[in-house]
């Protein structure tokens, strides 16, 4: 849908509707865009309200109708308890009163806004010397602040104050602008620091370019996509990362080098969320040799049989939760191997699978739904299978739970 067709369908939604809309925080001095808009909203039916608020007089004035209404920032009192409250940790503003003394000085030059009470407390949290708030009470910016009735020179004294590895990260990001939804490959490997990643909901994505492995900081990685094809091939490089979501259409994970991640605990793996199964969700997953997971989720791998041996061998010895869902085919957990460190085990959706492992000792939580003959097994009067589940102190099958041996 181009401009011009969402703009009919709004003024079509909008026809003779009497509305209220608020507008937070408007930056835009453009008199040209206020225009558009207001014609766009013209449509709507008599007694309807727009609200906006602003720091920008000149926005008031441009866009205003009736006269602006200008908020009082806060009292003294309880301007001085925002700004210690982000100042200092609990219980120790009593420990620096020649701190609290300096702050209450700094606290009469922000004219009671809040976001400035917060940015400058936060920014003085880690300062301890006496020096360093006086350097920013008497900065230049109080000057800029009067001038130009504007905060924007406290934002930039808190940017100042970055470390420089996070001046860098923000520098990078602001050259997006807001609600910037590409990825663009060959930046993303210079945010050397970047700790967290998430991709869900980037579904035009196909293939993600190797620059992403050079996040060695990196801990958590979330990469869903009905229509990524294969993974980046040097993902052993990515060695601080600790969780990984990831749905793709490629079947072999060990090209990757899977096994060189040692310090990744929480694995999901999972097919394109809601496209049909297909011959290649058959994900025959091969290699790994140093993982150490604690916590394994599989969900509509609908041609899987038995779960992947690379990762039993590696981790069944660490694996402490283990949850399956919508793997219609899967007949088996494993044949050889014992689960002796797992607590929590979560089956929902797997009709054909037909036994549990031999031995679970520590298991504490067992719930199942949608696995009839693994309920018909796990029945009291089931000695056999009924013995392997004995020791859990909770049991839910179907939404009924059972109790235990233990009870």
Known sequence: MDLEQLQKAFRDCLD????????????????????????????????????????????????????????????????????????????????????VKIGEEIVKKCNGVPLVLKTLGSLLLTKTSEHDWKLVRDSEMWKLVEEQNNIFPVLKLSYDELPPHLKQCFALLSVFPKDYQRLVGRNIGSLKHLRYLDLIGNSNIKKLLNSLCKLQSLETLLLFGERIEELPKDLRYMISLRLLAVSTRQ???????????????????????????KDDDNQDYHGGSGLRLQTLMIGGLSKLEALPQWLLLTSIDTLQNLRLGKCENLTTLS?????????????????????????MPRLKQLETEGSPTLRERCKPEMEKDWAKIAHVSKIRIDDNEISSSKE
């Open 16 to 99: 003779g509707k009497k509305y209220l809309l608020i507008l937070d925080d408007v930056w835009n001095v453009n008199p040209m865009k206020w225009n558009e808009l207001k014609q766009l909203l013209a449509e709507g039916g008599s007694g309807s309200k727009i609200v906006f608020t602003t720091r920008n007089n000149q926005i008031a004035e441009m866009m205003g109708t009736i006269p602006a209404h200008n908020l009082q920032g806060l009292y003294e009192k309880e301007a001085l308890s925002v700004f210690l409250q982000f100042a200092f940790k609990k219980g120790e503003v009593n420990l620096s009163p020649n701190l």
């Open 251 to 277: 079947k072999v994970l060990s090209e990757n080098g899977f096994e060189h991640l040692k310090s990744l605990r929480v694995l999901f793996i999972g097919n394109g969320i809601g496209r049909e199964k």
């Open 335 to 359: 044949e050889k191997q014992d689960f002796t460190s797992l607590e929590n085990l979560e089956i929902e959706d797997c009709p054909k699978l037909s036994s549990l492992p031999e031995q």
